[in-house]
T-cell receptor
Framework: DAGVIQSPRHEVTEMGQEVTLRCKPISGHNSLFWYRQTMMRGLELLIYFNNNVPIDDSGMPEDRFSAKMPNASFSTLKIQPSEPRDSAVYFC??????????????FGPGTRLLVL | AQKITQTQPGMFVQEKEAVTLDCTYDTSDPSYGLFWYKQPSSGEMIFLIYQGSYDQQNATEGRYSLNFQKARKSANLVISASQLGDSAMYFCAMRLNQAGTALIFGKGTTLSVSS
């Protein structure tokens, strides 16, 4: 079975440009999570969706960040305009999202973003 | 608020030896899950093991076991018979027993296995 798929794997862009990161969760998973990892702050949750609906976006750093999940098999994280401090590894993760049991989240390979 | 603490920035162990990676957590919620993830230098996050707060026995998955001490709020990862491929960053994480809640991660411990 395919795991969580993220694209691109690497992105280098210039300050001010728009960046779009993409994620395809594991088929059948109803919860999707976007995380950011930096050396300074570690792993931080940005936003998560349950059944395509954003549940908590309190981790989204600024209005420059936006995320969508138009259907159960696709999500995007957009940064517009990008800044050098956005440079990080962005992970997408998914879980079954059924019931209240703490379910395992499976991570994608991540997108390494560098904003010059 | 929930919090995960990993006090060991780095650990060193020789091949075939066992190693314990420490993790303490803080929550007032009685129902939660604890997870360990491995992040090798390639960057991906690999799920290793899960322990539920109501589980009576410590979780085990192959060479990985979780030493769960609920009263002390600790969830240490034990890796038996270390291998060179175990060299990686290890993250402890917690998630409340509520639908759709996200993981809270510790800062991680870097494990280096030498031959």
């Amino acid at each position: 079975d395919a795991g969580v798929i993220q694209s691109p794997r690497h992105e280098v862009t210039e300050m001010g440009q728009e960046v779009t990161l993409r994620c395809k969760p594991i088929s059948g998973h109803n919860s999707l999570f976007w995380y950011r990892q930096t050396m300074m702050r570690g792993l931080e949750l940005l936003i998560y969706f349950n059944n395509n609906v954003p549940i908590d976006d309190s981790g989204m750093p600024e209005d420059r960040f936006s995320a969508k999940m138009p259907n159960a098999s696709f999500s995007t994280l957009k940064i517009q305009p990008s800044e050098p401090r956005d440079s990080a590894v962005y992970f997408c993760a998914s879980s079954l999202g059924r019931g209240n049991r703490p379910e395992t989240q499976y991570f994608g390979p991540g997108t390494r973003l560098l904003v010059l | 608020a929930q919090k995960i603490t990993q006090t060991q920035p780095g650990m060193f162990v020789q091949e075939k030896e066992a190693v314990t990676l420490d993790c303490t957590y803080d929550t007032s919620d009685p129902s939660y899950g604890l997870f360990w993830y491995k992040q090798p230098s390639s960057g991906e996050m690999i799920f290793l093991i899960y322990q539920g707060s109501y589980d009576q026995q410590n979780a085990t998955e192959g060479r990985y076991s979780l030493n769960f001490q609920k009263a002390r709020k600790s969830a240490n990862l034990v890796i038996s018979a270390s291998q060179l491929g175990d060299s990686a960053m290890y993250f402890c994480a917690m998630r409340l027993n509520q639908a759709g809640t996200a993981l809270i991660f510790g800062k991680g411990t870097t494990l280096s296995v030498s031959s």
